[in-house]
């Protein structure tokens, strides 16, 4: 696996045709016409000769202060809102009233329009991006479509991953995944398009094949404000269909009606996991739907309802709603041609999403252990509501979460309350506390608990150790909250850990003593 920050080469373009392709309002110096680009980039700290530097007003630091920096590193323009008071004459300068914008306009101009040349599906909601997307990805691939794809804080090219920051990279670095695409064979890419993304203009200039809306619920107010915000964000992707694209809905959500008003009735297309929506009520062009007629603690048995035909199939993965994503995936493959019995057996072929629903298990311990990336109230709720309903008479359900730092307050006690009313043990633990203090986060989701058994350990190994060792035979334990992270963030260090690997460890060594429960002994003398 690489870092997410690497060395674009390879690709050059004029000054003057990248100035050209920008809308700008003013300009300061002159353009030599053999001035030639060689990266893009809005980090000053990435500079080489002949680079363009966009200086962005952001939330923490402002682009701006480093534009002296970026010219003595060698930057032959400067992007920019304001120009500075003293305008080094070795730098062409270009102001303009959105840098974001003008980022993603000169990413994708100088990394050859990579994305005209891919097919580019997106796909946006509040929870089951990563899964939908992965699934479309395999989809895609297994039926001769090489497919990229971009999500939450992974690039996978092939059998090759790139480690990402955030779930939609900056557009500089966004186009440079794009045109590597293109140079190792893919045909299409798969992305996952956050809110921020949509609103910081990260996606401006793509146009999108095909989009899907999963779902909306109480997410990333600290940042939104309102849910009507939230909503407002989400329907941009919308906007940015190319002609002839379509749009893939969850009518099953109560935002459907909203995110498809942005799309003409034709290009629609509506699934349903609950039957209680019809293509009728939404106008929709074409129409599927799933009906699970036997479910496991590992799986779905399925109906899957396409337009013309009807396919039944094993889902490998836990809950209805990972049917819906299914169903989702199912029915961009129909609405890329693809035929139905191939789109179904290529998902029926994924048996799990690292972080999603996620068993961890080992022979022998006579419990189910899962580790779920639900870090929301409607995530945690659904993820338990579907281990609730699998688990056997008598045995118990059990939870681990807490809640990440500097992130959205109001939803800290709700998860608290759901968990309670859920699950039958609650043990509170540290999820990338961040700059806050650990104990402020739990004393919050405390808050609601309505009842029930429940306990604090702010260490999150500790937890995830006592928790293994309350479990007895038929017990199920959900990990929530971090799912595929490989770190915890903590007083701003990254320090790694993983769920996964710690409930492995432990496990086997648990199984490990009770099976030889000599062995520790032995060891020691």
């Known amino acids: 696996m690489t870092s997410g920050t690497f060395i674009n080469s390879g690709h050059e373009v004029s000054l003057k045709a990248l100035v050209e392709a920008i809308e700008h309002l003013a300009v300061a110096g002159s353009i030599s016409d053999q001035a030639i680009v060689r990266k893009v980039t809005c980090d000053s700290r990435e500079i080489v000769a002949g680079a363009v530097f966009v200086a962005i007003k952001g939330y923490s630091a402002d682009g701006h202060r480093f534009i002296g920096n970026a010219v003595e590193c060698g930057a032959v323009a400067v992007i920019c809102e304001e120009f500075p008071a003293d305008k080094p004459g070795n730098c062409f300068f270009i102001k303009v009233a959105n840098a974001r914008k003008a980022l993603a306009e ?31 990805t395999s989809m895609l691939n297994a039926n001769g479509i090489p497919a990229g794809y971009i999500g939450t804080n992974l690039c996978r090219i092939g059998d090759r991953d790139i480690v990402l920051d955030r779930t939609t990279p900056e557009a500089d670095l966004l186009h440079s995944l794009f045109a590597r695409m293109l140079d190792e064979g893919c045909k299409a890419v798969v992305m996952e398009v956050s809110s921020h993304a949509l609103m910081l203009w990260r996606v401006f200039g793509i ?15 600290d940042f939104h404000e309102t849910m009507q915000e939230y909503a407002a964000a989400k329907q941009l992707l919308f ?7 379509f749009a893939v809905f969850n009518i099953d959500d109560p935002y459907a009606g909203q995110m498809m008003s942005k799309v003409s009735p034709e290009s629609r297309f509506c699934c349903t996991v609950m039957h209680g929506n019809s293509d009728r009520e939404f106008q929709c062009n074409r129409f599927f739907s799933a009906e699970v007629y036997r479910s496991s603690i590992d799986s779905n048995f399925v109906d899957m309802h396409f337009p013309d035909t009807r396919v039944s199939l094993e889902v490998h993965l836990p809950g209805s709603y990972n049917v819906m994503n299914v169903l989702e995936a199912a029915a961009i493959g129909y609405g890329l041609g693809l035929d139905p019995q191939a789109v179904s ?78 699950a039958d043990k609650v043990i509170l633990t540290s999820d990338n506390p961040r700059s806050e203090d650990p104990d402020v986060i739990l004393d919050e989701i405390e808050r609601g608990i309505t009842g029930g058994s429940h306990i604090r350990i702010n260490d999150r190994r500790e937890a995830l150790v006592k928790v293994l060792s309350l479990l007895q035979e038929g017990d199920i334990l959900l990990v929530a909250g971090k799912g595929h992270e490989k770190y915890q963030e903590i007083k701003g260090r990254k320090e790694y850990f993983s769920d996964q690997e710690i409930l492995r460890n432990t496990m086997s060594n648990m199984n490990m003593r009770q099976h030889h429960p000599g062995s520790a002994l032995k060891e020691k003398t």
């Open 345 to 422: 057996g290529a998902l029926a072929s994924v048996s799990s999403v690292e972080g999603r629903m996620e068993r961890i298990g080992e022979a022998g311990t006579g419990y189910n252990v899962f580790v779920d990336y639900a870090h929301t109230p409607d995530a945690l709720q659904k993820a338990l509501e579907t281990l609730r309903r699998l688990k056997s008479v008598g045995s118990r359900l059990f939870v681990v979460f807490g809640c990440g730092g500097d992130r959205d307050r109001s939803k800290r006690p709700e998860m608290g309350r759901i968990a309670s009313e859920t």
């Open 207 to 221: 146009r999108f094949h095909a989009a899907v809306f999963t779902n909306l619920t109480m997410e990333h107010l």
């Open 239 to 245: 906007e940015q269909l190319s002609p002839g694209g």
């Open 106 to 136: 000169a990413a994708r101009i100088f990394y050859g329009k990579a994305s005209d040349r891919l097919l580019v599906i997106g796909v946006t909601g509040t929870n089951g991006k990563t899964t939908t997307s992965r699934l479309i």
